[in-house]
C-alpha cells in the first residue's frame, strides 16, 4: 500500500502550505526560480517538518509526494522530469 503525502493547500503570497500525514504547516515560499528541482520541494518538507521526517524518508520507495489540482481536485504524483 502506498502512503500519500502531498503538498497542497495553495500558494499564497510568499507561501505554501506543506501537508504531512494529518499535519499542515505554512512555509515560506523560495525563490521561483529555486524550485526546479524534486529536491528544492523535498528540502522544503525536511525545513518544515524536521521532528517528522529525515533525508531518508525520500530514499524510501514507497514514499511519494502528490500535488493537488485544485481545479480538478486531483492529486498527482511529483516526479522529477529531468530525468
Not at 503525502?5 to 503570497?13: S, V
Request: hydrophobic content about 40%; glycine content about 8%.
Amino acid at each position: 500500500m502506498k502512503k500519500k503525502w502531498r503538498m497542497g493547500g495553495g500558494i499564497g503570497a510568499g507561501e505554501v502550505y506543506l501537508v504531512f500525514r494529518n499535519e499542515t504547516r505554512r512555509y515560506p515560499l523560495p525563490d521561483r526560480a529555486a524550485l526546479t528541482q524534486l529536491a528544492a520541494v523535498r528540502r522544503m518538507f525536511l525545513g518544515c517538518f524536521p521532528d517528522r521526517l529525515t533525508p531518508a524518508w525520500f530514499e524510501n520507495t514507497y514514499n511519494r509526494l502528490y500535488v493537488l489540482d485544485h481545479a480538478s481536485r486531483h492529486f498527482y504524483e511529483l516526479e522529477d522530469v529531468r530525468y
